[in-house]
Nanobody, 124 residues
Framework: QVQLVESGGGLVQAGGSLRLSCAAS????????MGWFRQAPGKEREFVAAISVSGGSTYLADSVKGRCTISRDNAKNTAYLEMNSLKPEDTAVYYCAAERSWIVPSRADEYRYWGQGTQVTVSS
């Protein structure tokens, strides 16, 4: 079992920045690919970003490319999502996810472990 706890969400004005953290426990963090997803009210959960076990490969959704960075610190068992130039359409609950995999999954159904989510609200 892997336990994931997100933090760092909040209310921010359009154009602002937030850094989300995902703290993992329970298994060897460096064996798990990590992903970030988001879900807005009335919408399906969508892929935001993912990172390989070593951090050497990262993937971003087109909607956040150029504005977001995913990273991880295996020594701290933590993954991060840095979000800049936030837009009202970025408003959602953001979830981190983990899967023991050498490839980097980008679909929600490829991840077994999920955090409880953190709310991000961007005001216009």
């Amino acid at each position: 079992q892997v336990q994931l706890v997100e933090s760092g969400g909040g209310l921010v004005q359009a154009g602002g920045s937030l850094r989300l953290s995902c703290a993992a426990s329970g298994r060897t963090f460096s064996n798990y690919a990590m992903g970030w997803f988001r879900q807005a009210p009335g919408k399906e959960r969508e892929f935001v970003a993912a990172i390989s076990v070593s951090g050497g490969s990262t993937y971003l959704a087109d909607s956040v490319k150029g504005r977001c960075t995913i990273s991880r610190d295996n020594a701290k068992n933590t993954a991060y999502l840095e979000m800049n130039s936030l837009k009202p359409e970025d408003t959602a609950v953001y979830y981190c996810a983990a899967e023991r995999s050498w490839i980097v999954p980008s679909r929600a159904d490829e991840y077994r472990y999920w955090g409880q989510g953190t709310q991000v609200t961007v005001s216009s």
